[in-house]
């Protein structure tokens, strides 16, 4: 049986406020409540198991009469059912949180928060590289699922459509960096566990590949040759006679600042942000790679970057230019690639018997003591500069087509 109403639109409007909260009754458990401020609640009163309860229905004026009857129905229905009112509305606002929660901390959400604090110690190349690839290949898995339910199962249709691919590799890289958002998402208490230690031999393992590289002196000879004769852009030209010369890292290189280098010292020092075991590097300048740069200089000098891009100053040369450079001399991925100048140099140079450690510091290669490594990067240097300067000498009679003995052993001094 329905309510007796016993309000008026006209009563609820004109009820006036008194010294305490008085009540204006409805019916079928609604009333009115006015404060002495003048405010109007609707409120529903009913029981449950022999309890009252009160359930808010809104505040006048913006809850007319009529639409506070509705929702007062609405519970009246829900009591007939033998459910409390005032705890559906609860589970219900906690399901609206609960899932507002997951559309805030979706898989994607944390690992873009995830990358944003990391990547502060990263590369910006390595930043870019590792985010591209979450874009591409994880987040239209598991992007948009809620971090606390990506499941083993969700990672491993993840990785299966990147290793159907026939990159392996990638598949490795991208199960590892999901890993590394899920510990993070529990650290941050977004998820309970990570999912992904479950798929522990679920890919098969990556074979060891070393980047192509030309180690025959002949053969590099008519390589630095081919480079003499490269047509392409003179910044992409100057980028190739100084790979061998340097044998940096191709990232270290195409991203150099004309503030990093000193001619008159014949110095280049890499700041610890660029490079990969984050320690500053020093790399003596032969007088050959001086005098590339000093003609790289005039064109572009004025700049920031060696090797500026094409299509901005404000960003450096593409990490694909070198390796389409060899591509377009006729170097095939499997012949040579931007980094293995650094194998040409570290093989030849241990076979004409350099000192070991001084060839390691030169490569930048990882120091197990990291304090000794940020202090040291001039270590062995007077070597070094002898040796640099001997390897460039060296490199310019085998373009000249010199016959040379690889494996010379080669003492300080000479």
Known sequence: MPPMNALTDTAVRNAKPRDKVFKLADGGGMYLAVSPSGGKWWRFKYRVDGKEKLLALGTYPDVGLARAREKRDAARKLLADGIDPGAARKAAKAEKTAAADRAV???????????????ISWAPSNAARILRRLEVDVFPIVGALPVGEVTAPALLAMIRRIEARGVLETAHRALGYSGQVMRYAVATGRADRDPSGDLQGALPPCK??????ITDPKAIGSLLRVVEGYEGAFTTKCALRLAPLLFVRPGELRGAEWVEVDLDTAEWRIPKGRMKMKAPHLVPLARQALAVLRELQTLTGSGKYFFPSIRSGDRCMSENTINAALRRMGYTGNEMTGHGFRSMASTLLNEQGWNRDAIERQLAHAERDNVRAAYNYAEHLPERRKMMQAWADYLDRLREGAEVLASQRRTAGT
């Open 105 to 119: 901390n979706t898989f994607e959400a944390v690992a873009r928060e995830w990358h944003g604090k990391q990547s």
């Open 208 to 213: 060891v590949t070393h980047h192509a590289s």
